[in-house]
């Protein structure tokens, strides 16, 4: 469902992204973690074609997002990192609009708009305005937008955050149940490293704008002889920053160009 091969991303001097290469199956729960700056935001940006990329290749749903970027579009849902709501129109004002964007047909669109808002626990507050809302009551209503148009691959960028534990467990199980109901791709970042653990089926950690491991979280705690994922997260992180470091020191060169 997405293939990426030797993806780079460069602001003038600096490599956010550095050469990477990893695909996500078709219906897999895929997790992409790695500490702030790390290049995971600029990766799903690329993906979803709010940036282009330097060089490398991108499939999405089979599609290329430089020139088929209205097909990508269509493929997938996102929440965003940073708040993309209006805040000036009304939970269900937001919706409708994301729905007529996608040309979902009216009633269709009411009827998911209905049930969509129901599942986020915000029926009782569908003709507030969202400035009126809280950080978490936000979040909510983002996810249900993105799942609007029922996408074949949901992009997840730090979902749960300021999320309260059940909520966050509301909003893991009815994405399970999409995934194995519609086989829907759900790609995500987070730094709850437990939420990764028991929900992705695989994961790619990412260090410095390179990937640096990837497997299951079995795979990971197995590479590093830990017990948990969180152990695994800060001992390959750790390894990288101090070999890099030690690069630098020795050779003198950015330890990004040469690992």
């Given at each position: 469902?997405?293939e990426?091969?030797?993806?780079?991303?460069?602001f003038?001097?600096?490599?956010?992204?550095?050469?990477i290469?990893?695909?996500?199956?078709?219906?897999?729960?895929?997790?992409f973690l790695g500490?702030?700056?790390?290049?995971?935001?600029?990766?799903?940006?690329?993906?979803?074609?709010l940036?282009?990329?330097?060089?490398?290749?991108?499939?999405?749903?089979?599609?290329?997002?430089?020139?088929?970027?209205?097909?990508?579009?269509?493929?997938?849902?996102?929440?965003?990192?940073?708040?993309s709501?209006?805040?000036?129109?009304?939970?269900?004002?937001?919706?409708?609009?994301?729905?007529?964007?996608?040309?979902?047909?009216?009633?269709?669109?009411?009827?998911?708009?209905?049930?969509l808002?129901?599942f986020?626990?915000?029926?009782?507050?569908k003709?507030s305005?969202?400035?009126?809302?809280?950080?978490?009551?936000?979040?909510r209503?983002?996810?249900a937008?993105?799942?609007?148009?029922?996408p074949?691959?949901?992009?997840?960028?730090?979902?749960?955050?300021?999320?309260?534990?059940?909520?966050r467990?509301?909003m893991w199980?009815?994405?399970?149940?999409?995934?194995?109901?519609?086989?829907?791709t759900?790609?995500?970042t987070?730094?709850?490293?437990?939420?990764?653990?028991?929900?992705?089926?695989?994961i790619?950690?990412?260090?410095?704008?390179k990937?640096?491991?990837i497997?299951?979280?079995?795979?990971?705690?197995?590479?590093?002889?830990t017990?948990?994922?969180?152990?695994?997260?800060l001992?390959?992180?750790?390894?990288?920053?101090?070999?890099?470091t030690?690069?630098?020191?020795?050779?003198?060169?950015?330890?990004?160009?040469?690992?």
């Amino acid at each position: 469902m997405i293939e990426v091969k030797n993806l780079t991303k460069k602001f003038g001097d600096f490599t956010a992204v550095d050469d990477i290469s990893f695909d996500v199956k078709n219906g897999e729960i895929f997790a992409f973690l790695g500490p702030n700056g790390a290049g995971k935001s600029t990766t799903i940006k690329m993906l979803t074609t709010l940036l282009s990329q330097t060089s490398g290749k991108i499939k999405l749903n089979g599609y290329d997002p430089k020139t088929d970027s209205d097909a990508v579009r269509r493929s997938f849902g996102i929440v965003f990192q940073d708040p993309s709501l209006d805040d000036e129109l009304t939970a269900w004002e937001n919706m409708e609009f994301h729905g007529a964007l996608y040309d979902i047909p009216k009633k269709v669109r009411r009827e998911r708009i209905e049930k969509l808002i129901g599942f986020v626990d915000l029926t009782d507050r569908k003709n507030s305005l969202v400035k009126e809302f809280s950080g978490g009551m936000k979040r909510r209503l983002e996810i249900a937008r993105g799942l609007l148009h029922h996408p074949k691959i949901m992009f997840l960028d730090e979902p749960t955050l300021g999320l309260d534990p059940q909520t966050r467990n509301h909003m893991w199980e009815y994405l399970s149940g999409l995934n194995k109901t519609e086989g829907t791709t759900v790609f995500f970042t987070t730094h709850y490293m437990e939420e990764a653990e028991r929900i992705a089926q695989r994961i790619a950690i990412i260090d410095h704008g390179k990937i640096i491991a990837i497997g299951t979280a079995d795979d990971l705690k197995q590479k590093t002889g830990t017990s948990s994922l969180e152990d695994a997260f800060l001992a390959l992180t750790v390894f990288y920053w101090l070999w890099g470091t030690v690069l630098v020191l020795f050779f003198k060169e950015p330890a990004r160009g040469i690992i």
